[in-house]
């Protein structure tokens, strides 16, 4: 592929960041989504990312905190 053939670099940059605008957009959506679920089904919440391992988000309820991906759990 020669230098002609390729898109302009501002048009990659612009292009990234309307990838990463609506992969944003689409994520809180999914979060809402999750939570209200969650918080429906069980009466818990969603929380920050878990301190111990960073691989999911706390879910929060009944006085403790849960991480699904490694199980730890804290009181709150």
Known sequence: MT???RPPLGANAQSLATRLAATETRLRQLETACDAIIRDGTGCA???PCPACDGSL???GR???YCPACRDRRTL
């Open 63 to 65: 006085g403790t905190m």
């Open 58 to 60: 706390l879910l929060i």
């Open 3 to 5: 230098s002609s053939d």
């Open 46 to 48: 969603l929380g920050p």
